[in-house]
């Protein structure tokens, strides 16, 4: 139940996929050993833990190759701004059982939203969070803290944040909502300031819809060119959250990049409470094999899954 992100990765490297989940207000990163034996058990697989990580209030967790070495690290992302912000890496015990083992980014410096991406050019991923960006030091990745400019501030930005060259003016840009609050946004990345202070102009995408918490980026149309699939989440905050009780929807927009707009196409829309939302999680994948990509998410109206069957994009 405390399960907020799960992920399939091959913990034990025995050839099959194990699930690796992180939790909302457990310190705790488990993996679910997939093992044919307990395939008919009544106990289900069997839970290990990698890792304590000594925290608590984990917003969101993500299995992601930070370094670009072809193997994923775990982060994550955590509302309370004097959590350290962490690397981990997949190792082993001294008993060679898996475990996560902790590179520091930051000893206190956390933030609600998280995202990777080359913000400043350098080829290498940086860490963005709603209270600035982490620097990747220029000796790689594990070589060292990490350094956080506070160029801007995203509120209770998403999860993730996304990190894109929208304009492809040979620079990444930053597409975020705010998950608590109506406002969904990209940001263009302009000149640096002559102290390298990275600069950013700020456009609205949508201030419809209220707790995007979470996004991706994939082609749902089959048109070649992926697009921003976001929603409402439903009863963030147990409903203290602006727009509570609003329709709950599911959102695709299509990307202009000759007049830097956007298109927004509706995939549901319900009652609050009665229909699909965006929760903690999205996955965009095509599950039935029909060549379109299907969406899962799960929150707190229930788990559903958007079965994409295809269709013809008008001229």
């Known amino acids: 139940i405390q399960n907020n992100s799960e992920y399939l990765h091959d913990v034990d490297g025995d050839g099959d996929l194990d699930i690796v989940a992180g939790a909302f207000t457990l310190p705790e990163i488990r993996w679910y050993e997939n093992d044919p034996a307990t395939y008919d058990s009544e106990e289900g697989w069997k839970s290990h833990v990698l890792c304590d990580t000594g925290t608590k209030h984990h917003e969101a967790t993500f299995l992601h190759d930070i370094d670009d070495d072809g193997k994923p690290e775990w982060l994550e992302a955590s509302w309370n701004v004097n959590n350290p912000m962490v690397i981990w890496r997949f190792d082993k015990n001294e008993d060679g059982s898996p475990a996560l083992k902790a590179h520091i980014v930051n000893e206190s410096g956390q ?69 608590h609050n109506y406002g969904l946004y990209w940001e263009e990345q302009l000149e640096p300031q002559s102290d390298g ?52 929807v599911v959102l695709y927009f299509d990307w202009n990049k000759e007049n830097k707009s956007w298109k927004k196409n509706v995939i549901s829309q319900a009652p609050a409470g009665e229909g699909p939302g965006i929760g903690l999680q999205i996955r965009v994948t095509d599950m039935d094999g029909n060549g379109w990509k299907d969406i899962v998410v799960p929150g707190k109206s229930g788990t559903h899954i958007l079965w994409n069957e295809g269709w013809t994009k008008p001229k």
């Open 111 to 179: 933030g609600h939203g998280i995202g990777f991406g080359d913000l400043n050019g350098d080829g290498k991923q940086d860490i963005i969070f709603t209270n600035g960006w982490y620097e990747c030091p220029k000796d790689g990745h594990f070589s060292g803290p990490w350094e956080w400019h506070k160029d801007f501030t995203l509120p209770h930005a998403s999860c993730p944040v996304l990190i894109l060259d929208l304009d492809e003016d040979g620079d990444n840009d930053i597409i975020w909502a705010d998950g």
């Open 197 to 248: 202070t990275l600069t950013f102009r700020q456009h609205l995408i949508d201030k419809k819809f209220s707790q995007a918490h979470t996004m991706a980026w994939e082609d749902i149309d089959n048109d070649g060119a992926p697009e921003l699939i976001t929603g409402k989440r439903y009863y963030a905050h147990s409903g203290g959250d602006p727009g509570a009780e609003d329709p709950t």
